[in-house]
Every structure is written in structure tokens, then in C-alpha cells.
């Protein structure tokens, strides 16, 4: 039975391993990386942009001339969180006015374990299972000129897509399984960086400090979802009372209409 990847005790376990970390790296991003360490609940100093953001996990390659964060998120986030871990990775190197050199590609990968909630401006809702934001300039003709090679990418397997690369797939099908069907997954073995993982987060080679860090992260994130919840209930309380309409509130608050409505019904 494997440990819950949707955790960030198991998910960590799992992705902080050099084995696991090097083979992921280098199926979702298509590089080859040497790391001698990794980081969890990385901070910078100072501050970048006034936020103390903080990285679930991150790594240099020995040569520093690359950095990689990888971001484990277990509910819908706006995008913009990524883009500003993203931007900030990129900013921090700017050590002072003198220098706008940028000597480090950054790399962000985002795992999400929860079906997207937002949409386009347009209104269509996003579905997909791989997004990727590269920062380079491009001409006219769509052109694209290789000066950066930063590169943003978010992964959700909550949204399949059969043209999605296999060696990607390996990696998405192991966090969806772990979390929906730990007990009988179906995963790639061949991938040394998969077997590795599966070995990390098998539920008998947990150990009972493990377990109990587990058990508190869940119970914390179910009164956590409790509190968010009971957030957005008040704003669309408050909405309803302003005489917004379903649509509106709902993109206010990402509850459903026949929650809403279940709302007004209360009100009555």
C-alpha cells in the first residue's frame, strides 16, 4: 500500500530523495541534473518582492547554473502564486542595481492533486494536464529566440490526455494513484526514479514518526478546508445580501450554484 502523495509528509519523503528527484527532473523537464543536496521550506534574505515566500522544495545543480523548485499544491490555487515563485526564483538573483545578469535557469513544476477550479478570462474553464510557460522572446513569424530557457510547468493528473508523453505519464499516473488507488497501483517500475519512490512511500517503510506527521498534516488540512469553507460562505452570505447573482458569486467564491442556492434557501 503506498503512502498518499496529496501529503506533504510522503510527498517530500518521495521527492527529496536525489534518485527520485534526478528522474523526475529529467522525464517532466527533459534535462539531466547533478545535485548534491535538496532543500525543504526554502527562504531567501532578504525578501524578494515583500512577500517571505517560502519553497517546498528546492535544489542547485553543482554547477549552479541551474535551480529547481518543485511545488506540491493539494488545492486550487490562482495562478498567479506560480508565476510569482516563479518570477521571484528569477528576481533573486539580481543581487543589487549593478548587475542584471541572470546567471541561473529556473525551473518551477507544479503538482497539483485537486482538479482545477478557475478559467480562462474568456470563461472556459481549464482542464489540462500539463501547462507550460517557457520566458523567451519570439519575432512576428512566432519565431522563438533561446536567450533564457526558464520554464515554468504545472502537471495535474486529475485531467488525463492521451497525447501527454508516456515518461510524463509514469509520474502523473504515480500521484494519482497514490492518492485514489494506493492500494493496488499499476505504475511503471522500469523508471528507477518511479521504483524508488514507490519503495519511499510504501506504507511499511514508514516509520511511526512518519505516520504520526501524516496523520497530523491530514487532520490539519480537514480543518484547514473546514475554515476556507466557512470563508467563502460568509462571502457569498455577504454577496447574496448585495443581490449578486449565482454566476457572479460563484466566481467569487468557487462554491457551486446549488450551493448558492442552498444558501438563499437558508436566508429565507
Not at 493528473?157 to 485514489?180: A, C, F, G, M, V
Not at 521504483?195 to 512511500?201: G, N
Amino acid at each position: 500500500m503506498l503512502g498518499n502523495l496529496d501529503n506533504e509528509v510522503i510527498f517530500k519523503k518521495a521527492f527529496t530523495n536525489i534518485t527520485v528527484f534526478k528522474a523526475f527532473v529529467r522525464d517532466i523537464l527533459g534535462i539531466e541534473v547533478e545535485i548534491d543536496k535538496i532543500e525543504t521550506e526554502k527562504k531567501f534574505e532578504p525578501k524578494i518582492g515583500y512577500v517571505d515566500f517560502e519553497l517546498d522544495i528546492f535544489a542547485e545543480t553543482t554547477d549552479k547554473r541551474i535551480r529547481i523548485e518543485i511545488q506540491r499544491i493539494e488545492y486550487d490555487h490562482h495562478f498567479d502564486r506560480f508565476l510569482h515563485y516563479f518570477l521571484m526564483l528569477i528576481a533573486e538573483q539580481q543581487k543589487n542595481s549593478k548587475e542584471y545578469n541572470i546567471d541561473q535557469t529556473v525551473y518551477v513544476i507544479v503538482v497539483l492533486t485537486a482538479p482545477y477550479k478557475i478559467s480562462e478570462k474568456n470563461g472556459k474553464p481549464i482542464l489540462d494536464e500539463v501547462l507550460l510557460l517557457k520566458l523567451n522572446p519570439q519575432t512576428l513569424q512566432g519565431e522563438v529566440r533561446d536567450l533564457y530557457g526558464h520554464q515554468f510547468v504545472c502537471l495535474n493528473p486529475n485531467h488525463p490526455n492521451e497525447e501527454t508523453p508516456k515518461q510524463i505519464r509514469d509520474w502523473l499516473d504515480l500521484i494519482y494513484q497514490s492518492i485514489h488507488s494506493p492500494e493496488r497501483p499499476v505504475l511503471n517500475t522500469n523508471n528507477e526514479g518511479i521504483k524508488k519512490a514507490i519503495e519511499l512511500i510504501s506504507f511499511e517503510n514508514l516509520t511511526n514518526e512518519e505516520r504520526t506527521k501524516a496523520k497530523n498534516k491530514e487532520a490539519a488540512k480537514i480543518v484547514l478546508t473546514k475554515e476556507r469553507m466557512s470563508e467563502k460562505t460568509d462571502i457569498a452570505k455577504k454577496a447574496i445580501e448585495k443581490g449578486f447573482d449565482n454566476e457572479t458569486i460563484a466566481e467569487l467564491t468557487d462554491l457551486i450554484v446549488e450551493q448558492i442556492e442552498q444558501l438563499r434557501k437558508d436566508k429565507q
